[in-house]
Every structure is written in C-alpha cells, then in structure tokens.
C-alpha cells in the first residue's frame, strides 16, 4: 500500500492562479481531510468528507472548494490563489468516521507558494 | 477556547525517559485523550490515546490523572529520531464535529545526544 499521496510536493502560484491539490489513499478509508499548517504553527483544518459525495467545512475553509466523487480521491481547489494561502497543506485519511478508535494517517505534504 | 496546554518546548537526554505534560482541566467524561507527533516537515503521526485507564503501546506510554485533568506521554528511552512536535489532542468521538480533529501548538521536543 502506498498510503496517503499527494501531489505535487512543491508549487508556485501568482497571485490569481488556480490549481488542485491531488490527495489520494489506497487504504479504502471512508474519512479523508485536508489541513493546512502555517510557519511555527499548529495544523488546521480546512475540509473533511466523512465519504464519497459528503463534505464539509473545518475551521478555515474560506478559499477552498472539495468534492469527493470518489472514496479514493479527494482533490482540493484554489479557485483564485492568494498571498494568505501559502502554507503547507496536508492530506489525511482514516478507515472510519474517525470513530473513537481510529487514528489518522497523514501524507507528505504540499508547499505552496503565492506570489 | 483551548482544551489543551502543553509547554512550548522540552529537552531530554538520549537514552533517558521523556515524559510530556498536558493538561485538559476541562475534559468532559466522553472525551479522549489522543497523542500525535509531527517530525520536522512531515505530516503528522499518530501515537496513542486513551480515555481513562493507562495505555501502552509499542511507541509510548499514557498515563492518564485520576480525575482525568491532565496526562502524560512518556517516551521510554528516547532517541534522536524523538525529536519533533508533539501533539496532545482531545475529542468526543461521539458528538456531531467529532470528525473535526483539532491539533494545538504542540510541544516542541528535543532529544540531545
């Protein structure tokens, strides 16, 4: 199993642009998220999907759109990049509804950058 | 409002016993007690959790206070490899938002040789 993936590892944006991060995991896992970590800070949560078709919000989704069509995949869009948005994103997923016994596993991350 | 407080930052001696504080004095009786660790740049990894007894696993230790208000994470005989954020985590599996997994500042913990 290669676990969580995500893709690209590095990108640079201009300010405007958009693009998808690409998540994907091949451990069957109903609950997939992405949070987005800024310098010398904690990790925050941006979108969670419980499964394929369901979605919503975490703590700052504002910039960022989701969707899961698939259980595998759960890609993350910035429709219009922003400077704010540089950070490093990451990917997580676990085998259930992220009941009490179920841990995350987590990608490798990507650094964004927005100039 | 911020369930957890951890210190900043701590020190170890390699070989030696790390024992990491947290305190959650106002932990509700559903609530778990979860322990991730993020070292440098990587995503974060999961380590153990527990809700009121002891928990023991091939990684670490949770010991866990009597009125459950505080814990402590204990890295038996730390290595090098030990040296990263570490994140205590506490949740209601059960409420609605559970699947919100909120990660704190963390204690940033160094293991010297």
């Known amino acids: 199993n290669a676990g969580v993936t995500q893709t690209p590892k590095f990108q640079v944006l201009k300010t405007g642009q958009s693009m998808t991060l690409q998540c994907a995991q091949d451990?069957?896992?109903?609950?997939m998220s992405w949070y987005r970590q800024d310098p010398g800070m904690g990790l925050r949560l941006i979108h969670y999907?419980?499964?394929?078709?369901?979605?919503d919000q975490g703590e700052v989704p504002n910039g960022y759109n989701v969707s899961r069509s698939t259980t595998e995949d759960f890609p993350l869009r910035l429709l219009s990049a922003a400077p704010s948005q540089t950070s490093v994103y990451f990917c997580?997923?676990?085998?259930?509804?992220?009941?009490?016994?179920?841990?995350?596993?987590f990608g490798s991350g990507t650094q964004l950058s927005v100039l | 409002d911020a369930k957890t407080t951890q210190p900043t930052s701590m020190d170890c001696a390699e070989g030696r016993a790390a024992n990491l504080p947290c305190n959650h004095s106002?932990?509700?009786?559903?609530?778990?007690v979860y322990w991730y660790r993020q070292i440098h740049s990587q995503g974060p990894q999961y380590i153990i959790h527990?809700?009121?007894n002891n928990e023991t696993n091939e990684m670490a230790s949770l010991i866990i206070t009597e009125d459950r208000k505080s814990s402590t994470l204990i890295l038996p005989h730390a290595t090098l490899r030990d040296t990263a954020v570490y994140y205590c985590?506490?949740?209601?599996?059960?409420?609605?938002?559970?699947?919100?997994?909120?990660f704190g500042q963390g204690t940033r913990l160094t293991i010297n040789p």
């Open positions: 997580a997923s676990s085998y259930g509804r992220l009941a009490m016994n179920e841990k995350l596993f």
């Open positions: 451990m069957n896992h109903e609950y």
């Open positions: 999907s419980v499964g394929a078709g369901i979605t």
């Open positions: 106002t932990i509700s009786g559903n609530e778990y």
């Open positions: 527990g809700l009121k």
């Open positions: 985590i506490v949740r209601d599996p059960w409420v609605q938002g559970a699947q919100k997994l909120v």
